[in-house]
């Protein structure tokens, strides 16, 4: 069965602090993705990854930063966050970059 | 160019109705058309999806209607029910970039 999971489901953070959000996923996905979701927004895309130490930016990458080190775990990464950054995270993966993307749960995050 | 604009932005249908959702695009390099679905809780899940080569797709109650000319398309869901209460998202992506550009959502409330 396909899954993806997100480390939390809700974080409550300070602004400045730097915050980590993770994403593993168990189906061999080759390419990974970041959205945050915002009422009346949809998903807009942050970042994304088609392979191990690669990245690309999305529409909004401002003031994030993505790590995947290996080829299951994507992480997002808040340097200094800031309460315009109080979202929905949501990862994906897809198994090439023309298939289905599978959403993992979703992290809610305050910053306060 | 790249916004995909979904409406309405809620709906209300009694049960058994058409739910009807609309999205319109104005990038014609878009040639795939993704609907997601996502309820209370979880991530979104790829509902159904359509390609520009054909007019209209049907699975189960689920229909993609694609207007090429028009640049648009929509989800008509028979005999709604209500556990089709959920928030709706139409997607466009363009050759292999795997870059889905999401609309706004709907939420729909089906009415028992």
């Known amino acids: 069965d396909v899954k993806v999971t997100q480390s939390s489901r809700y974080l409550v953070k300070r602004t400045g602090e730097k915050v980590f959000l993770e994403c593993v996923q168990d189906?061999?996905?080759?390419?990974m993705f970041w959205y945050r979701q915002d009422p009346g927004l949809g998903l807009r895309l942050i970042y994304f990854?088609?392979?191990?130490?690669?990245?690309e930016k999305g529409d909004i990458p401002e003031g994030y930063s993505v790590s995947r080190e290996k080829k299951e775990r994507f992480s997002l990464i808040l340097e200094s966050a800031s309460t315009n950054q109080t979202s929905m995270y949501l990862c994906?993966?897809?198994?090439?970059?023309?298939?289905?993307?599978?959403f993992g749960a979703g992290t809610r995050l305050s910053v306060l | 160019q790249q916004q995909v604009k979904q409406s309405p932005q809620s709906l209300i249908v009694q049960k058994g109705g058409i739910s009807i959702i609309n999205c319109a695009y104005e990038n014609t390099a878009f040639d795939y058309f993704p609907w997601y679905q996502q309820f209370p809780g979880k991530g979104p899940a790829l509902l159904i999806a359509?390609?520009?080569?054909?007019s209209e797709k049907k699975e189960g109650r689920f229909t993609i209607s694609f207007n090429k000319s028009a640049k648009q398309f929509s989800l008509h869901i028979m005999d709604s029910q209500p556990g089709d209460s959920a928030t709706y998202f139409c997607?466009?992506?363009?050759?292999?970039?795997?870059?889905?550009?999401f609309g706004q959502g709907t939420t729909l409330q089906v009415k028992p």
């Open positions: 994906a993966s897809s198994l090439t970059p023309e298939n289905i993307q599978y």
């Open positions: 990854s088609y392979d191990v130490k690669m990245k």
């Open positions: 997607a466009a992506s363009f050759g292999n970039t795997g870059k889905l550009i």
């Open positions: 359509i390609r520009p080569d054909v």
């Open positions: 189906m061999d996905h080759e390419n």
